[in-house]
């Protein structure tokens, strides 16, 4: 079994900054890629950042130059730095894990979301 533990979310106003963490653990050989969605109030979850094993990385075109995606291959971990910060980035954010593979095959994970809230 694989877990994805998010953490960092929280209150911030309009212009500032947070940073997400996603640690994976549990039985598993390797992750290709490792991203975050969010979802608002009554929106579909959407793509915001991911990034590859290798580093490749992939943004909404809304985060663009806001948002920066980070991962740490040796502790399984990925970052969302979030600058800048908007109302309609208010959401909660989902880590997922890609084509993780584990002893049964390859599987895709998520976690269970942590809020982030911006508001004045």
């Known amino acids: 079994q694989v877990q994805l533990v998010e953490s960092g979310g929280g209150l911030v106003q309009p212009g500032g900054s947070l940073r997400l963490s996603c640690a994976a653990s549990?039985?598993?050989?390797?992750?290709?890629?490792m991203g975050w969605y969010r979802q608002a109030p009554e929106k579909q979850r959407e793509l915001v950042a991911t990034?590859?094993?290798?580093?490749?990385?992939n943004y909404a075109d809304s985060v663009k130059g806001r948002f920066t995606i980070s991962r740490d291959n040796a502790k399984n971990t990925v970052y969302l730095q979030m600058n800048n910060l908007k109302l309609e980035d208010a959401a909660v954010y989902y880590c997922?894990?890609?084509?993780?593979?584990?002893?049964?095959?390859?599987?895709?994970?998520w976690g269970q979301g942590t809020q982030v809230t911006v508001s004045s």
């Open positions: 997922k894990a890609d084509r993780v593979r584990v002893v049964q095959g390859t599987l895709d994970y």
């Open positions: 549990g039985s598993f050989f390797s992750i290709y890629a």
């Open positions: 990034i590859t094993s290798g580093g490749s990385t």
